[in-house]
T-cell receptor, first 114, second 114 residues
Framework: AQSVTQPDIHITVSEGASLELRCNYS??????LFWYVQSPGQGLQLLLK??????LVQGIKGFEAEFKRSQSSFNLRKPSVHWSDAAEYFC????????????FGDGTTLTVKP | DVKVTQSSRYLVKRTGEKVFLECVQD?????MFWYRQDPGLGLRLIYF???????EKGDIPEGYSVSREKKERFSLILESASTNQTSMYLC?????????????FGPGTRLTVT
């Protein structure tokens, strides 16, 4: 069975500082991997995804993530955080079968200090 | 743009009531999903559907049922609402032709059962 772990429940960074959100997954083969962002009271929006090819993927809003098969990780990074990045972030792993069902991590809440 | 809409943003119901949550997507997606989101628990899959009249149980189907009579509409039914079903409910859809199975989310329905 597939699973996702986001070790950090809550992270606080200063505006302008760099950010890394951790994600570890468990899946028997090469997975689809996603990062979604959820602003307060909203649905989830896709930031970026990996499904093949280059292991460093670029997303919207200046985010990037790197797929590391040896570490079963897909960490999200941003070089300089903006106050508007404050939100909850979800990592997800998707099977390459079964109607595209994804399993989500518990989420990391990002607070940005001025 | 893909649009997934949910019939209500906020809903308050009494214990024992039958509750219908409606989800509509306008991009002809084959797959649709219902999740519930609770603090610290991430997104948990209730049911999904990969075609009209087809449904499969997710991880937490107890107390819920679903209906998919038309491709664009996926309904979640709480047969007899209970206070432990107070939660945020999120609908999502995916396009089978998109090999990565990115999920498109609605804005969510915050249900309170009193």
């Amino acid at each position: 069975a597939q699973s996702v772990t986001q070790p950090d429940i809550h992270i606080t960074v200063s505006e302008g500082a760099s950010l890394e959100l951790r994600c570890n997954y468990s899946y028997g083969a090469t997975p689809y991997l996603f990062w979604y962002v959820q602003s307060p009271g909203q649905g989830l929006q896709l930031l970026l995804k990996y499904f093949s090819g280059d292991t460093l993927v670029q997303g919207i809003k200046g985010f990037e993530a790197e797929f590391k098969r040896s570490q079963s990780s897909f960490n999200l990074r941003k070089p300089s955080v903006h106050w508007s990045d404050a939100a909850e972030y979800f990592c997800a792993v998707g099977a390459r079968t079964n109607a595209g069902k994804s399993t989500f991590g518990d989420g990391t809440t990002l607070t940005v200090k001025p | 743009d893909v649009k997934v809409t949910q019939s209500s943003r906020y809903l308050v119901k009494r214990t024992g009531e039958k509750v219908f949550l409606e989800c509509v997507q306008d991009m002809d997606h084959e797959n649709m999903f219902w999740y519930r989101q609770d603090p610290g628990l991430g997104l948990r899959l209730i049911y999904f559907s990969y075609d009209v009249k087809m449904k499969e149980k997710g991880d937490i189907p107890e107390g819920y049922s679903v209906s998919r009579e038309k491709k664009e509409r996926f309904s979640l039914i709480l047969e007899s609402a209970s206070t432990n079903q107070t939660s945020m409910y999120l609908c999502a859809s995916t396009n089978r032709a998109d090999s990565s199975y990115e999920q498109y989310f609605g804005p969510g329905t915050r249900l309170t059962v009193t």
